[in-house]
């Protein structure tokens, strides 16, 4: 176990929807990072967040977006959905700033399915 | 663009043997390398990280890293059924400029034969 939850498991949304994706991080990692893994492919990676900031983002369009908060949690949101969004997401802690290189901790991700 | 390769397999080990697992990436300024390993539905747990070329051993497992030919390996010595996952390779830049989270491969799919 890493001590990184995510909720909810599993969710079906219809395409033009929005979603919001949770994850509560390890106690004392100030970073999270986000990732969507498509079915037979690697994560890739969405975007970071290091004490409430974004401090990375990946290749993907301002319809994700994100929050972190004091308490060690942090949201994933998605707006006007796609089919194409239909994949694994999975957030991952790790204890400093990114240029440390630590080690990131994965939740258990959350599986979206949009229709 | 950064770009890790792995072979996406199957690779087909018997039980009680050694399973070679490889990983090349294009990125030289790579500083960070992990091993995940992925079971079938499941999130990826960590295996190993490598920082420095050579050897680092844990248990049944070894990596190596060789960054002038840019290349990571997995070692899994008397590989067990339980091995049988799809292990991922990846691998962290800090350019010097934002986060650019870890690069994965597409990782490869491993089969241990009982």
Redesign the interface.
Known sequence: E?GVTQSPTHLIKTRGQQVTLRCSSQSGHN?V?W?QQAL?????????Y?REEE????NFPPRFSGLQFPNYSSELNVNALELDDSA?Y?C?SSLGD??L?E???????TRLLVL | QKEVEQNSGPLSVPEGAIASLNCTYSDRGSQSFFWYRQYSGKSPELIMSIYSNGDKEDGRFTAQLNKASQYVSLLIRDSQPSDSATYLCAVNVYSGGGADGLTFGKGTHLIIQP
Request: charged share 5%.
């Open positions: 890493t970073t990072s990732y037979g492919q690697g994560p890739q990676f969405i975007f970071q290091y401090n990375g983002r990946g694994l999975l991952a990114y240029r290189q080690t990131q901790y994965f939740g258990p991700g």
